[in-house]
């Protein structure tokens, strides 16, 4: 690859990631007033996660029903209000489990 279009590419990516997170602060100088806007940007960074993370759930395991058993443990212990710790390892566990009990051979 040319070592010109790498460099120019990389000054274009690191463009179009700066500037978005940039141009707020440089645009916006008062306090946001509007609760509406307030709640979005509250809640925008829970839903992006929820968003990459959610998918990759479904995908990571050997059948759909260890990841649904590994998803409701977890949903469950975050509900209430366990660590994330726990709620991480609970989830994993609870995956491995399943699929031992499924038959399926996790080490192949």
């Known amino acids: ?9 990389m000054i274009i990516m690191a463009g ?11 645009l916006i ?3 946001i007033k509007n609760r509406f806007i307030c709640s979005f940007l509250t809640y925008m960074p829970y839903g992006v996660l929820s968003a990459m993370i959610f998918p990759a759930i479904f995908k ?6 260890s990841a649904i058993s590994g998803t409701a443990v977890a949903f469950l212990l975050a509900y209430k209000n366990k660590g994330l710790m726990t709620v991480a390892l609970s989830a994993v566990v609870t995956v491995l489990i399943t699929e031992w009990l499924l038959g399926l051979n996790l080490f192949c």
């Open 1 to 9: 690859m040319n070592s010109k279009y790498l460099i120019i590419s």
């Open 16 to 26: 179009v990631t700066y500037l978005p997170r940039v141009l707020p602060l440089a």
């Open 60 to 65: 990571s395991t050997s059948t759909p029903v």
């Open 29 to 31: 100088r008062t306090k």
